[in-house]
Structures are given as structure tokens and as C-alpha cells.
């Protein structure tokens, strides 16, 4: 695996909404980013909290949030940047990736060619 750990970044909106979160949710360690086969384009991003780290987990820590991400994801996600978007269409997080080559409309799907 390339090294790509010190390439995924978190926004300064997305580590202030991921702490928010974590700081409502006292069961919850992190918020865990992942990629898996899906969804309209192939590849998906997945958000979840979660309390359980792997030991090969990356750990992200920004302004009191932190973020899991497993290796396999990694290996997408080399260059990128989880960000949280407030607007009138509605709040959610979002990847700005790089490597995707195409993704769909709503953004949680996207593909590399």
C-alpha cells in the first residue's frame, strides 16, 4: 500500500460538525469514513459512528473531532478532503476526491477509472 495517510485531510467544517456530533453522541469514539463497491457510479462512500478502532486504522484528529479510516479506503481516498456542506439543498458530508473520475448526483457515489 502507497503511503497516502499524510494525503487524506479534514476540512475546518467538517472536524467542527464531526465534534459536534461526537459530543452529543457520548457512546460514539469517531466517525468512521469508508469506501465500499456500490452504489450508482461502483464505489461509495459510507459515515458512520462508531466507538470500535482497528488496529490498522488511520486516526485523523482535527479541532476535536476525529476520523477512522480502514487501509482499503485509504487506497481511494489518497489527495482527499472530507468536508460538511450547511446550505439550503441541506447539510451533509461530502468527499472533494481527486481520484473519482465521474460520481453521481447526490455525491455519495463515484467511480475511478
Known amino acids: 500500500m502507497s503511503d497516502v495517510s499524510t494525503h ?6 467538517a472536524a467542527a460538525r464531526v465534534a459536534e456530533i461526537l ?12 469506501v465500499l463497491a456500490g452504489g450508482c457510479s461502483g464505489l461509495q462512500y459510507k459515515f458512520d459512528l462508531t466507538n470500535a478502532k482497528a488496529e490498522d486504522d488511520l486516526v485523523l ?10 487501509p ?13 456542506k450547511d446550505s439550503l439543498m441541506g447539510a451533509h ?3 472533494q476526491n ?15 477509472d
Do not use: M, Q, W, Y
Not at 23 to 34: D, G, T
Open 72 to 84: 482499503v479506503s485509504l487506497e481511494f481516498l489518497g489527495g482527499a478532503e472530507l468536508d460538511f
Open 98 to 112: 481527486p481520484n473519482a473520475t465521474s460520481s453521481c448526483g447526490c455525491g455519495t457515489s463515484f467511480s475511478i
Open 8 to 13: 487524506f485531510a479534514i476540512s475546518a467544517s
Open 93 to 95: 458530508f461530502l468527499v
Open 61 to 70: 484528529e482535527r479541532d476535536g473531532a476525529i476520523v477512522f479510516v480502514d
Open 23 to 34: 459530543a452529543s453522541e457520548p457512546s460514539a469514539k469517531a466517525l468512521r469514513v469508508e
